[in-house]
C-alpha cells in the first residue's frame, strides 16, 4: 500500500525548533519530488516546500524561507522539514504530499498530517 | 505571485449539479486539479489535468479549464460530497491552492 506517515509535531513556543518527519512506503521514494503542504486552524491548504528526488533543488513559500528547511534522506525513505524560529503564524497542520509526475504533478498521495502549535 | 480565487461557499441541493470555479491569470494554460477535504481529514485528490478522475472518484465528478478559469462540477451531488473543494496548479516550481470553496448541500 502506498503510504505517506507524518510525525514530529507538538507545542513549541515561539522562536523554536522542531523537525517533522514523513515516512514513505509502497512505492519508490527516489523517484519522486516530495512536497509539505500546511493548513491552520480553520483556514485553506498552504503549500509550504518542496524538493527534488536527488535533494538539488529546493522551493519554499516566501513567509518560511530561511527559516525552514526541507531535506530527505531515499536511503531512509524519508522526507523532513526543519522548522526554526517559529512563529505563532506556523501554527497547522502539516502533511506531506507526493506529487505524481505521469499526472501533471497533481497531489495524489497525502499523509495524514502532523500537528505543530506554536504557542506561549 | 501567482494566486487562484475561489469563493468562499456553494450551496446545492441534493441530486442538483454543483459547479465550484477557480480563476487565475492564464489558468488554461496550466494544468488545474481539484482536492476535496472533509472535516478532520487529508485532502483527496478528485480532478488532475482539468478534467481526469483518478481511479475510485465517481463519475459524477468532472472538470474543466479553459481561458482564466477552471471549474469542478458534480453531477447528482449527494450529502455525502458536503466537503471543502480547492483547486491547485503549478507556477514555476511552486505550488498554488486556491482559498477553497465550501460546499453545502441542502
Known amino acids: 500500500e502506498v503510504q505517506l506517515v507524518e510525525s514530529g509535531g507538538g507545542l513549541v513556543q515561539p522562536g523554536g525548533s522542531l523537525r517533522l518527519s514523513c515516512a514513505a512506503s509502497?512505492?519508490?521514494?527516489?523517484?519522486?519530488?516530495m512536497s509539505w503542504v500546511r493548513q491552520a486552524p480553520g483556514k485553506g491548504l498552504e503549500w509550504v516546500a518542496n524538493i527534488k528526488q536527488d535533494g538539488g533543488e529546493k522551493y519554499y513559500v516566501d513567509s518560511v524561507k530561511g527559516r525552514f528547511t526541507i531535506s530527505r534522506d531515499n536511503a531512509k525513505n524519508s522526507l523532513y522539514l526543519q522548522m526554526n524560529s517559529l512563529r505563532a503564524e506556523d501554527t497547522a497542520v502539516y502533511y506531506c504530499?507526493?506529487?505524481?509526475?505521469?499526472?501533471?504533478?497533481?497531489?495524489?498521495?497525502w499523509g495524514q498530517g502532523t500537528m505543530v502549535t506554536v504557542c506561549s | 505571485s501567482y494566486e487562484l480565487t475561489q469563493a468562499p461557499s456553494v450551496s446545492v441541493s441534493p441530486g442538483q449539479t454543483a459547479s465550484i470555479t477557480c480563476s487565475g491569470d492564464?489558468?488554461?494554460?496550466?494544468?488545474a486539479c481539484w482536492y476535496q477535504q472533509k472535516p478532520g481529514q487529508s485532502p483527496v485528490l478528485v480532478i488532475y489535468?482539468?478534467?481526469k478522475r483518478p481511479s475510485g472518484i465517481p463519475e459524477r465528478f468532472s472538470g474543466s479549464n479553459s481561458g482564466n478559469t477552471a471549474t469542478l462540477t458534480i453531477s447528482g451531488t449527494q450529502a455525502m460530497d458536503e466537503a471543502d473543494y480547492y483547486c491547485q496548479a503549478w507556477d514555476s516550481s511552486t505550488v498554488v491552492f486556491g482559498g477553497g470553496t465550501k460546499l453545502t448541500v441542502l
Open positions: 504530499a507526493r506529487p505524481q509526475p505521469t499526472w501533471h504533478d497533481a497531489l495524489d498521495i
Open positions: 509502497g512505492f519508490t521514494f527516489s523517484s519522486y519530488w
Open positions: 489535468e482539468d478534467m
Open positions: 492564464k489558468l488554461g494554460d496550466k494544468y
